[in-house]
């Protein structure tokens, strides 16, 4: 499995733009990178996946570039509701099932 | 569509004594997994089940621990003679294929005295 490194935490100012990013050097030509995001006592919940160039969606935007060995999710104009941990994740997607979680990216919002 | 269902939420056992962790997957998925995370780090993966059968255990302790989804009924993650290093928050995820995309439920989270 590829191991993957980002930030322990970020802060933000609510309106900003915030970028997190997700190294994974050792990325298989298979894997595909997935973000999750937890609030305090609850579940994770799925964010966005790909596997190369740009993928957007109403929540974020994900960036690959050519060479895969890093990630950066971007999170349009953070409100306080975005406080959470983030977490990147990177394995293979209709295969083998588990996800391997790291201990993510804590992002606090601020006024 | 309600999401995926976990309970109790909350759970109080003493040292010895069994836990049971109850998931209902969302409706239509037939994949479950079930994941822990102690405090202040990242889930770690214990099984992958789909209807009565077990697909990954890697990630299960050897002894105490046993999961099951059978054809009807929730899945169930059983803790048996709990200790107090088992206090963690148990999740429970489903998907409708194997996939990258999970839906994870609340958690339960256990509390060994």
């Known amino acids: 499995l590829a191991k993957t490194t980002q930030p322990i935490s970020m802060d933000s100012y609510e309106g900003q733009e915030v970028n997190i990013t997700c190294s994974h050097n050792n990325i298989a030509t298979n894997d595909y990178i997935t973000w999750y995001q937890q609030f305090p006592s609850q579940g994770p919940r799925f964010i966005i996946q790909g596997y190369k160039t740009k993928v957007t969606n109403e929540v974020a935007s994900l960036f690959i570039p050519a060479d895969r060995k890093s990630s950066t999710l971007s999170l349009p104009r953070v409100s306080l509701s975005d406080t959470a941990v983030y977490y990147c994740?990177?394995?293979?997607?209709?295969?083998?099932?588990?996800?391997?979680f790291g201990t993510g990216t804590r992002l606090q919002v601020t006024l | 569509n309600a999401g995926v269902m976990q309970n109790p939420r909350h759970l109080v056992r003493r040292r010895g004594q069994e836990a049971r962790l109850r998931c209902s997957p969302m409706k239509g998925h037939s994949h479950v997994y079930w994941y822990r995370q102690l405090p202040e780090e990242g889930l770690k993966f214990m099984v992958y089940?789909?209807?009565?059968?077990?697909?990954?255990e890697s990630g299960m302790p050897k002894e105490r621990f046993s999961a099951e989804f059978p054809k009807e009924g929730p899945s169930i993650l059983r803790i048996q003679q709990v200790v107090r290093g088992d206090s963690a928050a148990y999740f429970c995820?489903?998907?409708?294929?194997?996939?990258?995309?999970?839906?994870f439920g609340p958690g339960t989270r256990l509390t060994v005295l």
């Open positions: 089940l789909q209807k009565e059968n077990i697909i990954d």
């Open positions: 994740l990177v394995g293979r997607t209709g295969t083998a099932s588990k996800l391997t």
């Open positions: 995820a489903s998907s409708p294929a194997v996939s990258n995309e999970q839906f």
